[in-house]
C-alpha cells in the first residue's frame, strides 16, 4: 500500500476532527498526536480540528481547508461530541440496558429513568422508549455517513492521500459527570 516518507513531495499533514485532535488540554501543540504523527513521518502538520465540533462542523471545515490537495496524510478524529449532543437518549438507553440486564423490569425502569433530571446532564422526560432504539441508530448512522461523506470529498481533492480515521472513543466512560445512580455508561 502506500508509503509515507519525507522524500515525497507533499509534505503536508493534515488533522480534521474535535477535541481529540485539537487538543484539548494539552500546553504544547507539538504533543497533539497529529503533530506527533506528523513528525514521525517529517510532514508540516496542519491542525484544523475544532474542540466541540461533530462530524457535520467537520464537513464544513474540509470543504473550507484548500490546502487538503496538498497532503501526503490526513488524520480525522470525531464523533464524541455527536453521542455527548444526544446524552439523553445515549444515556437513558445505557442505564435501561444495564438496569434490564439486572432482572429489572423494562415498565418499572422506564418509569423510574423518565423522572429522572439531574440539571444540566440528563433529562429523562425527554425519552421516547418506544424509538430509543432508532434514535441510537440514527445517531452512528448519521456519524458513520458523515465521515464517509467527510473521506469522500476530501478524495474529491486529493486522491493520493493517506488517509487515517481514528477510532471513536467513548466520551462517557470514566467521566463521572455522566454517572448516573453508580452506572458508568
Known amino acids: 500500500p502506500h508509503q509515507l516518507s519525507a522524500s515525497q513531495e507533499k509534505k503536508l499533514c493534515i488533522a480534521f476532527g474535535d477535541s481529540i485532535a485539537s487538543g484539548y488540554g494539552i500546553d504544547n501543540v507539538n ?21 466541540g465540533d461533530k462530524s457535520a462542523d467537520m464537513l464544513n471545515v474540509i470543504s473550507n481547508t484548500p490546502s487538503v490537495k496538498d497532503a501526503a496524510l490526513i488524520t480525522i478524529s470525531i464523533g464524541g461530541n455527536d453521542l455527548i449532543a444526544s446524552k439523553d437518549i445515549v444515556l437513558a438507553k445505557a442505564v435501561s440496558d444495564k438496569m434490564g440486564a439486572m432482572g429489572l423490569p423494562s415498565q418499572s425502569v422506564q418509569k423510574f429513568i423518565k423522572e429522572i433530571n439531574i440539571s444540566g446532564v440528563f433529562n429523562g422526560a425527554n425519552i421516547n422508549f418506544e424509538t430509543i432504539d432508532a434514535d441510537m441508530e440514527n445517531i452512528f448512522s448519521s456519524l458513520q455517513k458523515n465521515i464517509e461523506d467527510g473521506v469522500k470529498l476530501l478524495r474529491s481533492v486529493n486522491e493520493d492521500a493517506v488517509i487515517i480515521v481514528q477510532t471513536l472513543y467513548n466520551p462517557y466512560l470514566g467521566n463521572p459527570e455522566y454517572q448516573i445512580f453508580g452506572f458508568d455508561v
Open 31 to 51: 504533543q497533539t498526536y497529529p503533530a506527533i504523527i506528523a513528525k514521525k513521518f517529517g510532514l508540516y502538520c496542519e491542525n484544523n480540528a475544532v474542540s
